[in-house]
């Protein structure tokens, strides 16, 4: 288990993406709740949608400001080079406790809950235990799918680097990495390749200091 934990995870819980995804949550929440009306909300003596609107900005406001000004006050944790399964699955469901603190304060505010430590613990319990299975399947999904994804890109790029006998230096053989499209193809000596290092989508390739084809 620990070493599951451990794996390398795409850091996408902030930057641009995230508020898309705060963004789209929101919305799901204000269309679930307005819908379906769960949890007494059809007794509600006001308009509905505004009850239903308000618990899905809330949920927006506050995955906004996490993964706004969190990761900019913790730099360090938030490091793309340090990020795991580990992280992704407890940053999550720090995000959900929040969710659901968030809605409790804002129950409270509306008239559809009375602050106190037995609504609290409840309102927190159901929240993490509801989201810890869904969050832990669907992080270790998306690893275990993007692992398999790049694994096979992986192998595609190896396959593709075939040495071949170079004619401007006789005995020296070229090394060409293939492009996604085909057309940047990048051919350099073999003796003057150091390593590979994958960069998100992209390739970075180190060689020699001054190296020349």
């Known amino acids: 288990m620990p070493s599951l934990l451990s794996r ?12 898309r995804n705060a963004l789209a949550f929101g919305v799901f929440i204000f269309l679930f709740l307005f819908l379906f009306q769960p949890f007494g909300l059809s007794n ?9 609107f308000g618990y899905g900005a809330t949920c927006t406001a506050v995955m906004l400001a996490l993964n706004g ?11 793309e080079a340090k990020w795991n399964v ?15 603190l968030a809605n409790l304060l804002y129950s409270v505010a509306i008239g559809l809950a009375q602050l106190g430590v037995g609504t ?16 832990t399947a669907g992080v270790l999904w998306t690893e275990a799918r993007l692992s398999r994804r790049y694994r096979l890109e992986s192998e595609q ?30 051919a350099l000596p073999a003796n003057a390749l150091l390593f590979i290092h994958s960069a998100g ?5 180190y060689q020699a200091k001054g190296a020349r084809i």
Request: no cysteine; net charge neutral; aromatic share 12%.
């Open 120 to 135: 609290l613990l409840r309102y927190e319990g159901y929240t993490v235990l509801i989201g810890l299975f869904p969050v």
């Open 8 to 19: 390398p995870y795409r850091l996408a819980s902030i930057g641009p993406g995230s508020r």
């Open 86 to 100: 580990g992280r992704e699955i407890g940053w999550t469901l720090v995000n959900v406790a929040l969710i659901g």
């Open 44 to 52: 509600y003596p006001g308009p509905l949608w505004k009850v239903a």
């Open 157 to 186: 790029v190896n396959a593709g680097m075939h040495p071949t006998p170079t004619p401007e230096v006789p005995g020296a053989l070229l090394i060409t990495i293939p492009s996604e499209n085909g057309k940047e193809d990048l």
């Open 201 to 205: 989508n992209y390739l970075e390739v």
């Open 69 to 79: 000004f969190v990761p900019l006050a913790m730099p360090k944790f938030f490091s």
